[in-house]
């Protein structure tokens, strides 16, 4: 089986080439497994983003999080990646991410109407 594709969307690409380059490592790694098929080695599900949307969590003196969603056939997309600076996750950064994940439902089901 081949991998799957990565998919950035809005700034995400942009915003994690500023991660630190330990951090940046670390994202790559855990997207390349998520490309494989595997889970990263540290995530949770974030469903108040959408159904299927994980968080990867990068931990390396700094706080990290890349957001994604990997439940297409076509795709692993990336939401949203930024560095987390309070234990809570800021309502910005979700809201962010949520928006990008509804814009992608909608361009997919304007592209396949049959699929749901």
């Known amino acids: 089986m081949s991998d799957k594709p990565l ?9 994690l080439k500023t991660f630190p380059p330990d951090a940046r490592r670390v994202a790559g790694f855990q997207l390349r497994r998520v490309q494989q098929g595997l889970e990263p080695n540290d995530w949770k599900p974030l469903l108040s983003v959408g159904p299927g949307v994980q968080e990867i969590r990068i931990h390396t003196g700094l706080e990290h999080r890349v957001f994604y969603v990997a439940k297409f056939t076509e795709g692993v997309y990336v939401l949203h990646a930024f560095e987390k600076r309070t234990r809570k996750t800021p309502k910005r950064e979700l809201e962010l991410a949520r928006d990008r994940f509804r814009a992608l439902v909608m361009k997919r089901r304007t592209e396949n109407p049959t699929e749901r």
């Open 7 to 15: 998919v950035w969307l809005g700034s995400s690409r942009s915003d």
